[in-house]
C-alpha cells in the first residue's frame, strides 16, 4: 500500500521554493550531500518549479497569459513535464488542476511566503524567526495590508495541502527563516 506523501515534505524544499524565485543565485541548503540522491532530486524539481513558477510575470503581467505563454516558453526549452504542468496549475484560472503534491505545495507556499516575507519585513530589524502563525492570520485580516496577496489562495493552498492554516504558516516561518538572510530578512 502507498503512503500518502507528506505535503511539507522538508523546510529546505519550501525555502527553496521561495529562495529561487526570489533570488535565483543563491543555492540549495550546504547539506545536501547527506541527503539521499532521490530526495535531491524532488529538491532539484521542487527549486526549478518555484524558481520558473512567475518568470514570465514581468513579460506577460496579465492574465490568462501569465503563466500560459510562460509554460509554451518553457516546455520549448525542455523543462521537466512536471514542472512545467506545476507553473501551470499554480494559476487557478488556468483550468489545471492541482493533483501531485508539488502542484498544491508551489500554489500554497506562493501567496503565503510573499506575505510572511511582508510581515517580516516589518517587524523590528525584519526578523523573521519567532514570527508566529498568529500574528500572521491577523496580518490575513487586514486587507490593506500587503493588499496585492490574495488572501483566498492563501487559505485555499493550506486546504489543498491537507493541513492546518496555523501549521502551513508555522512551515513556511521555519522554511523562510533558513534563507532569510538571502531574502533580506534577519533571523535574530
Known amino acids: 500500500m502507498c503512503k500518502t506523501p507528506d505535503p511539507h515534505p522538508s523546510a529546505p524544499s519550501a525555502g527553496t521554493i521561495y529562495l529561487k524565485s526570489a533570488c535565483p543565485c543563491n543555492s540549495l541548503d550546504d547539506g545536501r550531500s547527506e541527503i539521499p540522491r532521490s530526495?535531491?532530486?524532488?529538491?532539484?524539481?521542487?527549486g526549478i518549479a518555484g524558481m520558473l513558477h512567475d518568470f514570465d510575470d514581468e513579460m506577460h503581467p496579465r492574465a490568462p497569459h501569465h503563466p500560459m505563454k510562460g509554460?509554451?516558453?518553457?516546455?520549448?526549452?525542455?523543462?521537466?513535464?512536471?514542472?512545467?504542468?506545476?507553473?501551470?496549475a499554480h494559476a487557478d484560472y488556468s483550468g489545471m488542476p492541482r493533483v501531485s503534491?508539488?502542484?498544491?505545495?508551489?500554489?500554497?507556499?506562493?501567496?503565503?511566503?510573499g506575505f510572511?516575507?511582508?510581515?517580516?519585513?516589518?517587524?523590528?530589524?525584519?526578523v523573521i524567526s519567532g514570527l508566529e502563525p498568529s500574528s500572521v492570520k491577523k496580518k490575513l485580516k487586514?486587507?490593506?495590508?500587503?493588499?496585492?496577496?490574495?488572501?483566498?489562495?492563501?487559505?485555499?493552498?493550506?486546504a489543498e495541502l491537507g493541513v492546518e492554516l496555523d501549521e502551513h504558516i508555522a512551515f513556511v516561518v521555519r522554511a523562510l527563516t533558513g534563507v532569510a538572510p538571502d531574502i533580506g530578512l534577519a533571523v535574530g
Not at 490593506?144 to 490574495?150: P, Q, Y
Open 142 to 158: 487586514d486587507k490593506a495590508f500587503a493588499r496585492t496577496v490574495n488572501r483566498d489562495n492563501v487559505y485555499r493552498g493550506a
Open 116 to 126: 510572511i516575507h511582508a510581515c517580516a519585513l516589518v517587524r523590528p530589524g525584519r
Open 101 to 113: 503534491v508539488l502542484d498544491r505545495a508551489l500554489y500554497a507556499c506562493d501567496e503565503l511566503s
Open 39 to 46: 530526495v535531491v532530486i524532488v529538491n532539484n524539481t521542487w
Open 71 to 88: 509554460g509554451e516558453i518553457l516546455s520549448a526549452r525542455g523543462v521537466p513535464p512536471a514542472v512545467i504542468y506545476a507553473v501551470l
